[in-house]
C-alpha cells in the first residue's frame, strides 16, 4: 500500500508537468481527468466480484502494474493526448486497489477496530506515501529531469512487482490469499510473547 501511495504521489504530481513539456494545455489535463474519472466509476461497482474472484494478491500485483505501464507512457509520449490510456489506467485499478484494500483490511481488523484498520490503511496511502512520492518524485525531477524520474520510478515499481511476485509464490499461505480477522485469542498471544522478550 506504500509502494502504490508513493508512485501515485509521484505520478499525480508530475504527470501534468510532463504533459507541459510536450505541449498540453488545461484543455488536455481536464479531458486526462475526465477519463479517469470515467474509467474508475464503474470500476468500484466490479471491483468486490473482482476481488472474490482474484483475490487481493492478485488485485495488488495488478494494480502495482499498472503504475509500471503509466510511468513509461508518460515517459515515452510524445503527445499530451498519448496520456489518456495512462489516465484510464489509472481509473480502473485505483478503484481496484482501493476497494480491495478497504475490504482486505475491513476482513483483518479485530472486532471492532474496522475504523482503526481503514485509518491506517488511508494514512499509509494517502499520507505518508503520496508525500513521500511527492517529495522524492521532486527530488529525482529536479535533478534528473520528468522523463527519466518517470523511467527509474516505471523500474523500480517493475522490480518490487517482481519481489512480491515472488514472496507470494513462497508464502503459499499468505494472509493476502486468504484473509482472516485477528481475534482477541491472537492479539494476546502476541502481547504474551512480546512481555517474555521484555
Not at 511476485?165 to 485477528?182: A, H, T
Request: with cysteine; glycine share 12%; net charge positive.
Amino acid at each position: 500500500v506504500f509502494i502504490v501511495g508513493t508512485s501515485s504521489g509521484c505520478i499525480e504530481n508530475f504527470a501534468y508537468v510532463r504533459m507541459r513539456e510536450v505541449g498540453g494545455s488545461g484543455k488536455e489535463m481536464g479531458l486526462s481527468r475526465l477519463v479517469s474519472s470515467a474509467a474508475g466509476a464503474p470500476m468500484f461497482w466490479f471491483s468486490g466480484p473482482l476481488t472474490e474472484r482474484l483475490g487481493a494478491d492478485r488485485v495488488l500485483v495488478l494494480s502495482l502494474l499498472s503504475y509500471v505501464v503509466r510511468f513509461f507512457i508518460y515517459a515515452f509520449m510524445r503527445n499530451p493526448y498519448h496520456g489518456l490510456p495512462a489516465e484510464a489506467i489509472r481509473g480502473l485499478t485505483f478503484a481496484a486497489f482501493w476497494s480491495t484494500g478497504t475490504i482486505y483490511a475491513h476482513r483483518i481488523s479485530p472486532p471492532g477496530m474496522s475504523a482503526t484498520m481503514l485509518m491506517f490503511l488511508n494514512a499509509m496511502y494517502g499520507g505518508l506515501g503520496q508525500s513521500m512520492g511527492a517529495i522524492i518524485g521532486g527530488k529525482l525531477q529536479s535533478k534528473f529531469g520528468t522523463v527519466r524520474t518517470f523511467l527509474y520510478s516505471g523500474i523500480f515499481d517493475l522490480c518490487f512487482v517482481g519481489l512480491v511476485v515472488m514472496y507470494l509464490n513462497v508464502r503459499k499461505e499468505s494472509s493476502f490469499r486468504d484473509p482472516k480477522p485477528m481475534m482477541p485469542s491472537d492479539m494476546k498471544t502476541l502481547q504474551g510473547n512480546s512481555t517474555k522478550k521484555k
